[in-house]
């Protein structure tokens, strides 16, 4: 009697014979000989080895391709450490495949190193993928040159003995789907940018030397990234006006005093001290130059006065815009606002952006919020609404996302509003698919809107209100409002 072929009988017969195709063209490629093969692949594998080869091109992007490059390379990299975290320690630790029979490989042709952990899948691929995958999605005509290159990593693992063809081809896949939940997680901005002001442009006169100019320091921003400031500074505004922010002052007061007289007022510090700066600027009425020395720059950033070079040319040209500030009542803000929740998203996000990339970040944190579920009832325009967090942006950000992030422009006259309610029971985990699935934007318990006015109460009693980072007073009614243009702020033409 014949027995019935079941499907783990075909299932068994499918492995054995992809196991047969694996080997076969392994073997072919092994024992294959030229120039390419013997001395390229074990070169390209070596410097592949712990990411160089990737955290190189990301150096070149960052460097050469302005603001776009430095996107796509912190995309890049950001999708290469989570899709390198899941193959090595998770896929490798739990699947065991033995490596590739290197006794076929020419003489010489082995990489340095000999990988002694699970053939299955190969890091080397799933890095390549990830990283080009992630940066050809900033910047599409990079798409082929990196992907050319990504593909070429993964031959020079089977080339070198290290994997098995299917080894790549798995990690192939792992990069490229890390890369394409990154760009659910936090889409890639629609529009170019490229002027980021828009309109009310101002020509102050070119200042070359930084006569006229009062530049306010924080020396310990950023751990000691201020005192790189004032050296640059010295050096090619030598006429500018130093004075150093020392703790145990009141830096509003020390802005006022020392601000008379001054032409231009110039900040070096986080987005706090900014802030400040700003608010002494509008009072006085004078133009501000932002100089890069926080930890993430946000509104030096959003201006194009990043890097520090782009602030100092901005400054020797004279160039400047016309931008908007907004207020939470009487407090100003630059970039963003927030009540409850958020202001602790904001600081577990940008804990741990710089070590697994801002996409797992931004999940990591609101996974870390949403569990909590400390929600609030808040009145906005007459609608009663129960939310766990509140954003408010100085003009619109993007992405839509909950990982707001940058503005295309900064004088569009409108606060951005984003509201997410998770509510409770099985509920919650439809809310938090839609965060991890990169749908959060479409999911009814997430809300955008944007006005030039807006009026929100707090009918749960008073919350703390955190501007640019920073927590202020506590208040049960937040009226938000936009001073179109009142601020003159220097740019690089």
């Known amino acids: 009697m014949v027995r019935k072929r079941t499907a783990k009988d075909t299932w068994r017969a499918t492995i054995t014979e992809l196991d047969q195709v694996d080997d076969a063209v392994y073997d072919a490629i092994a024992s294959s000989r030229g120039p390419m093969l013997d001395s390229f692949m074990p070169k390209l594998t070596n410097i592949a080895d712990h990411g160089v080869l990737w955290w190189g091109v990301a150096g070149l992007l960052a460097l050469t391709g302005g603001a776009k490059g430095r996107r796509a390379a912190l995309r890049g990299m950001a999708t290469l450490g989570v899709s390198s975290l899941l193959a090595n320690q998770v896929f490798k630790r739990t699947i065991h495949r033995e490596r590739p029979d290197r006794s076929l490989l020419p003489f010489g042709r082995n990489g340095r190193r000999r990988p002694t952990s699970s053939s299955f899948p190969s890091g080397h691929a799933a890095s390549a993928a990830a990283f080009a995958a992630g940066a050809s999605s900033e910047w599409p005509s990079l798409g082929v040159p990196l992907s050319t290159l ?52 101002v020509d102050l006169g070119a200042r070359p030397d930084g006569a006229g100019v009062v530049l306010f320091v924080n020396p310990e921003s950023n751990s000691g990234k201020g005192e790189r400031v004032l050296r640059v500074v010295r050096r090619r505004l030598p006429a500018t006006r130093i004075v150093e922010l020392r703790k145990g002052e009141e830096w509003l007061d020390v802005m006022r005093r020392e601000s008379d007289g001054a032409e231009i007022m110039a900040v070096a510090g986080g987005d706090g001290t900014v802030r400040t700066a700003a608010a002494v600027a509008l009072e006085r009425d004078l133009p501000l130059a932002v100089l890069p020395a926080g930890t993430f720059n946000h509104f030096a950033k959003d201006l194009g006065q990043f890097p520090l070079r782009a602030a100092i040319r901005a400054i020797r040209e004279g160039s400047a815009n016309r931008v908007d500030v907004a207020y939470v009542n009487d407090g100003l803000f630059v970039n963003t606002a927030s009540v409850g929740a958020y202001t602790d998203f904001v600081r577990i996000r940008e804990k741990y952006q710089r070590r697994i990339g801002k996409p797992a970040a931004a999940v990591l944190a609101s996974l870390r919020v949403l569990r909590k579920r400390e929600s609030m009832r808040i009145r906005v325009d007459g609608s009663e609404l129960e939310v766990n967090l509140l954003f408010l942006g100085n003009g619109q950000y993007e992405p ?40 959060l934007a479409g999911s009814r318990y997430y809300r955008v809107t944007s006005a030039s006015h807006l009026d929100i109460e707090l009918l749960d009693g008073p919350r703390r209100v955190a501007r640019d980072g920073e927590v202020g007073e506590s208040a049960d009614r937040l009226t938000v409002r936009v001073k179109r243009r009142a601020l003159t702020v220097l740019r690089p033409r």
Do not use: C, N
């Open 400 to 439: 839509q996302g909950f990982a707001p992030s940058m503005r295309s422009q900064l004088d569009d006259g409108i606060v951005d509003l984003r509201l997410l309610d998770v509510p409770s029971g099985i509920k919650r985990w439809g809310a938090i698919f839609s965060l991890v699935a990169g749908r």
């Open 150 to 201: 990504a593909g070429a990593v993964g031959i020079s693992r089977v080339a070198t003995g290290a994997h098995y063809p299917s080894d790549v081809l798995a990690g192939f896949l792992l990069g490229g789907s890390i890369a394409a939940w990154g760009s659910k997680v936090v889409p890639v901005p629609e529009d170019p940018i490229v002027d980021r002001t828009g309109l009310g442009q």
